[in-house]
């Protein structure tokens, strides 16, 4: 909330578009739920593939196999009773997939009891970050409602399709670009995003402690002669820098090489105020 406010203010922005929850669960235990358009055609099956691949950590459910080709498997075969619900999906191998074929899986794994153990429970598993998502999801949407502006909702499968469609590599900025029905067809005009990691603006204990809780060094109230750690300053001589101001003396000038240089307050002008947050390029 807090990024959305700053973005306002210096961009026109008149809508926003939120991907509400990574997964539906309801929809993909049972794929066969009316009154979904989306169900049985293509972008189910990005819905679908995209959660047992986080599910199954993107490796072979059988063999551990990694960074091969992966596709749909029934745990129970569904020529012998086994549903379509996720909770019998699973992601193996080509070569797994082939050699397992019609088989039960305890047929398949019989000599090994210990991989059978861990899928049957991993099959039965739901994923701890969409039961998060899912806890969290209303209050930040009414959150952003509360902003007046108009917005959208997609999910995790819609953002993948609309990347995938678009033929954009798999990257946190890009599927910010790419989430919602209303997608346009992206000019992509930098590969250098920005990458804003939140830092906190530092303690507010007044006193370090040892290990028994008794005070053995008082720090110095902040900020320092109006400076703060973290303050980017140019030095009239040393150039731009991180400030670590000091209660006596002079200051510390960590210049982007890592060198420190020894400086004088009064010989340095602020170049941006800590905020919070740490920015880089990627």
């Known amino acids: 909330m807090t990024w959305v406010k700053r973005l306002r203010k210096y961009c026109p922005i008149t809508d926003i578009s939120m991907e509400l929850v990574r997964f539906d669960i309801q929809k993909l235990q049972n794929p066969e739920i009316s009154g979904v358009s989306y169900q049985q055609g293509v972008l189910f099956g990005y819905e679908l593939r995209e959660y047992l691949l986080t599910k199954w950590r993107h490796q072979c459910a059988y063999c551990g196999a990694k960074e091969v080709p992966l596709e749909i498997e029934h745990i129970h075969p569904k020529s012998k009773g086994g549903s379509d619900r996720v909770s019998n999906l699973a992601i193996a191998c080509h070569k797994c997939n082939q050699k397992k074929g019609d088989k039960h899986v305890e047929q398949f794994l019989k000599k090994k009891p210990e991989v059978l153990k861990r899928l049957l429970a991993q099959a039965k598993a739901p994923l701890k970050d969409v039961a998060a998502v899912n806890s969290t999801r209303w209050l930040l949407f009414n959150r952003l409602r509360e902003t007046g502006l108009a917005i959208e909702i997609g999910t995790g499968g819609l953002t993948k399709y609309n990347r995938t469609l678009q033929v954009l590599p798999k990257t946190h900025w890009l599927d910010a670009a790419c989430v919602g029905k209303s997608t346009p067809m992206l000019e992509i005009a930098t590969t250098r995003p920005l990458l804003i990691t939140c830092k906190g603006r530092g303690g507010r204990q007044k006193a370090a402690l040892n290990k028994y809780g008794y005070p053995i060094?008082?720090?110095?109230?902040?900020?320092?002669?109006?400076w703060q750690?973290?303050?980017?300053?140019?030095?009239?001589?040393?150039?731009?820098?991180?400030?670590?101001?000091?209660?006596?003396?002079?200051?510390?000038?960590?210049?982007?090489?890592?060198?420190?240089?020894?400086?004088?307050?009064?010989?340095?002008?602020?170049?941006?105020?800590?905020d919070g947050y740490s920015y880089k390029w990627m």
Request: aromatic share 4%.
């Open 217 to 226: 060094r008082h720090n110095p109230l902040k900020p320092i002669k109006g």
């Open 229 to 274: 750690t973290g303050d980017i300053a140019k030095h009239k001589v040393h150039g731009i820098g991180i400030i670590t101001p000091r209660s006596r003396g002079s200051f510390v000038l960590t210049k982007p090489d890592k060198t420190q240089k020894s400086v004088k307050p009064i010989d340095l002008k602020p170049v941006f105020r800590r």
